[in-house]
C-alpha cells in the first residue's frame, strides 16, 4: 500500500517547480564488464565542456551567492568542479555522474543552482541562510565522456601511484574485458566501489581484489576527490549533515502494480552497526543516523507525492538488502551523514532525449523536497518509520 500523506514542507512544490529545464547502472555489484543496450542520443544532456561553461555563467549572474572551484583532477587531468552556494551551519553535499553514463542528475543540479543563485524569494533566502550545499555536479568526467559507467584509468597507474600494490591482484571492480565500451582498450574503475568509512585509509595490498561487502581503497584520483572535499567540509563544520548521490538503474516496477518506476530512493547501503548483523560496523554505531536518513528519503518522497502525476508518483524504495560499504553513500553514512540514493529507472542512453525533462524533473524535485525540509527543520518532523511505507521495487509487473 503506498503511503499518501504528505508533510508540508517550505513551499517545495512551488519552489520546485519554477525551475529552469536546461538543455545509468545502479548499486548491484558491477560483475563483468557492462553491454550496452538500446543506443539514442545523448546530445541533449550536458558535455564537461558545456558543464564548465554554465557554472562560469551561473557563478556570474548569482553576483556572489554561487562559488566554483576545481576540487581535484580525474586521472586524464580533467577539472572535479566543486560548488558552493548558501552560508548556513546545516551542511549538504550532492554529487552527480560517479557513473560517467548517469547524467540526468547533473542538470537537475545546475537547475537548482541556476534558480538559488538568482532568485530573491523568501524560499531562496531561507535555503541560502540555513544551508551550505556543496555539489560535485560531474564527479566522474572522464566517464561522462565515455559515457559510460567506469573511470578511464588502468591498474598499471594504481601501482605506479601505490608502489605497495605491486604484486596484488587487481581490485575486484576494475573492468578490462572486451565489451561496447571497449574496456579492454581503456579499462576503468567503478569509482562507487572505491570508498572507505576510514578516510585516512592507506591501500594495503592484503585488501584486494575486495569484495562488494567490503571497504574500498581510495585508488582512484575521483573518489580521493570527494573523500578530500568530505574531509574538509567535517572540518570545517564538524559534520557534512546530508548526502545525496545522483544515479541511474535498470527498469523496476512499483510492487504490487503494472506500473513503471521512474526513480527509486533509499537511505540504506550496509547493514546498521546497531542492528543484529551489524557488528562488523560496531566502530561507527555512535555516528550512525539512520532515523535521519529515512526522514530525508520520506520528505523527498513526499515532495514527489505531492506533484499528483504518475511521472512523479511512480517512486519506489531501492533494495534493502545491500550491504556495501565501498560506496560514497556507505562510507558516508557510517561517517555520519544522513544519505540518501536517488535511482532514475533506465540509463541515458536507454532513454536519450525522449524523457530526459520528466527525469530530470523528478530529480529536481526530490532533491528540493530535502532541501526544503532540512532549511526550515520539518525533516524532523517526519515519521522514520513512514521509510518502510513507501513501496518496494519489483523486477516484473504486479510483484509476480
Known sequence: MRMKKVVKVLSSTALAASLLTIPTMGLADPGPSPQQGENLSIEGFISYEELGKKLGQIQKSSQGKVSVETAGYTNQGRGIYKVSVGHGKKVMLIQSEIHGNEKTGTVALLNILQTLGSSNSK??????????????????????????????????????KFPQLANAKPAWNYYSSPGSWDYDKKPGFDVNRDFNPDLNYVPKADDFPGASNKYGWYITPEAQTVRDVYKDLKTQFGNVDVFVDLHHQGFPYVEGT????????????????????????????????????????????????????????????????????????????????????????????????KKRGQLVKTVETGLMGIINSVADGSVSELNPKDYEKIPLSARTPGGL
Open 123 to 160: 524560499e531562496a533566502k531561507k535555503i541560502l541562510d540555513e544551508l551550505t550545499i556543496v555539489i560535485i555536479p560531474m564527479m566522474n568526467a572522464d566517464g561522462s565522456e565515455l559515457s559510460r559507467r567506469a573511470n578511464d584509468m588502468n591498474w598499471e597507474e594504481v601501482v605506479a
Open 258 to 353: 503494472d506500473d513503471r518506476v521512474t526513480m527509486s530512493l533509499s537511505g540504506k547501503f550496509v547493514t546498521n552497526p546497531n542492528s543484529p548483523g551489524g557488528e562488523k560496523y560496531a566502530a561507527y554505531a555512535d555516528k550512525f543516523k539512520y532515523d535521519f536518513s529515512r526522514q530525508l528519503n520520506v520528505a523527498a518522497y513526499n515532495a514527489l507525492q505531492a506533484k499528483g502525476d504518475s511521472v512523479f508518483t511512480n517512486i519506489s524504495l531501492y533494495d534493502q538488502n545491500i550491504d556495501l560499504p565501498g560506496t560514497a553513500l556507505g562510507a558516508f553514512a557510517l561517517n555520519g551523514s544522513g544519505t540518501v540514493l536517488f535511482e532514475v529507472s533506465g540509463q541515458t542512453q536507454n532513454f536519450g532525449q
